[in-house]
C-alpha cells in the first residue's frame, strides 16, 4: 500500500529535520529572534514542579516505545522518536531542560506518573472521566478515531463483522471497554504493548486489531499487506497526564500545547509523523475540542 511505502520518507525527513534543528541552534547563539528564539524561558519557583524540574535540568516523560508514529525506539538509531516525542521535546525546551523518554504502555503509565517514575505522560492517552480520577489533562493535542486492522482481504469490514472473531488490544486501553461493548461476541486478547499485537495479526494468531486509527496507520507502514476498514466508531481526544492536584503544572503544559499548536509547529510535527500517511482527504488538523468536551466523551461508570 501507498502508506507503507512513504516509510522510506521517514529518513528523509529526519535529516532534514536535523538539519532545521542546526540551524535553529545557531539561531539562538546569535540571538535574532528567529523560531525557537521566539519564546523565551521562564524561570519557575523552586517549590513548583516546574522549579524541580529545571532544578534537575531533565524532565522525565512517559511515552510509547512500539507505537510509530507517536513513539518508537528506533533500533536503527537507539532514538526515541514520533509525535508525542516531539512534543516532549517542545515542553522540554520551554522549560530550558533536557527530555529523558521512560516507556510506558496503556497498562502501567498511569501507575509511573503516580508513583513520581515520570514526570508527564505523552503516550496517545485519550482523556476519560475515570482516568481523570486518578490524574489531570492537558487540553487535547490530538484526536484519533477508532478502527480495525485486518489482513488484505479480509471478510472484516466492520464492528458487525467482528462477532466469534479474535481481536487483539491494549491492557489498560480505552478499547478493552469498548470493544466488549460494541462487539461483545468478539474474542478479545489483551496484551501489553501494540507491536505484540502486529505480531499476532501477522501470524494468523488473531483475526483483527483494533485501536486509533493512528497507532493502526503506524503498523501499515510497518507492513503493507494489512489495512484499515476505517470504522471510525470513536473519538478519542490525547491529553498530557499531569500529577492530579498540579494545578500549575496543568497551566504551564496547557499554555506549552496551545503555543505547540499556534506557532506551527504542530502542523509541522503533523506533516512530519502522520500526514505523508494518511490520503489527502483524511487529513486532520490542530483539535478543535476542550478537555472538558473530551472528558464527556468517555463518562465514568464505576
Known amino acids: 500500500m501507498k502508506r507503507g511505502q512513504r516509510w522510506r520518507l521517514v529518513a528523509i525527513a529526519t535529516l532534514v529535520l536535523a538539519a532545521l534543528t542546526l540551524i535553529a541552534c545557531g539561531d539562538d547563539e546569535e540571538d535574532e529572534g528567529d523560531g525557537a528564539t521566539e519564546t523565551a524561558v521562564e524561570e519557575f519557583p ?58 510506558a504502555t496503556s497498562d502501567n ?84 504493548r501494540y507491536s505484540e499485537c502486529l505480531e499476532l495479526i501477522q501470524t494468523d494468531a488473531v483475526d483483527a486489531v483494533s485501536t486509533d486509527n493512528v497507532i493502526l496507520t503506524g503498523m501499515v507502514i510497518q507492513d503493507d499487506t494489512l489495512e484499515l476498514v476505517d470504522a471510525d466508531f470513536t473519538t478519542e481526544p490525547y491529553g498530557a497526564g499531569i500529577p492530579d492536584g498540579d494545578a500549575e503544572m496543568q497551566a504551564f503544559v496547557d499554555e506549552s500545547v496551545a503555543a505547540f499548536i499556534e506557532d506551527g509547529t504542530w502542523q509541522e510535527t503533523y506533516d512530519k509523523w502522520v500526514g505523508q500517511y494518511i490520503p489527502e482527504d483524511q487529513q486532520q488538523g ?17
Not at 155 to 160: E, P, Y
Not at 286 to 302: S, Y
Open 286 to 302: 490542530p483539535p478543535d475540542i476542550t478537555r472538558e468536551e473530551a472528558l464527556k466523551l468517555f463518562p465514568f461508570e464505576g
Open 46 to 103: 523552586a517549590d513548583t514542579t516546574m522549579g524541580e524540574i529545571q532544578e534537575a535540568g531533565t524532565i522525565t516523560i512517559g511515552v510509547k516505545f512500539d507505537v510509530p508514529p507517536f513513539g518508537l525506539n528506533n533500533p536503527q538509531t537507539g532514538e526515541v522518536e514520533g509525535f508525542d516525542v516531539d512534543l516532549g521535546n517542545y515542553i522540554a525546551d520551554r522549560l530550558g531542560v533536557e527530555a529523558e523518554f521512560v516507556e
Open 109 to 192: 503509565r498511569i501507575p509511573l506518573l503516580v508513583d513520581g517514575s515520570i514526570d508527564l505522560i505523552l503516550s496517545t492517552m485519550t482523556i476519560t472521566e475515570e482516568r481523570d480520577q486518578e490524574i489531570d489533562y492537558s487540553e487535547p493535542y490530538y484526536v484519533a478515531n477508532g478502527d480495525i486492522l485486518v489482513p488484505g482481504g479480509s471478510d472484516i469490514q466492520g464492528l458487525d463483522d467482528l462477532a466469534g472473531q479474535t481481536v487483539c488490544t491494549a491492557l489498560g486501553s480505552t478499547y478493552q471497554e469498548t470493544i466488549k461493548k460494541e462487539a461483545p461476541d468478539a474474542k478479545l486478547k489483551l496484551i501489553d
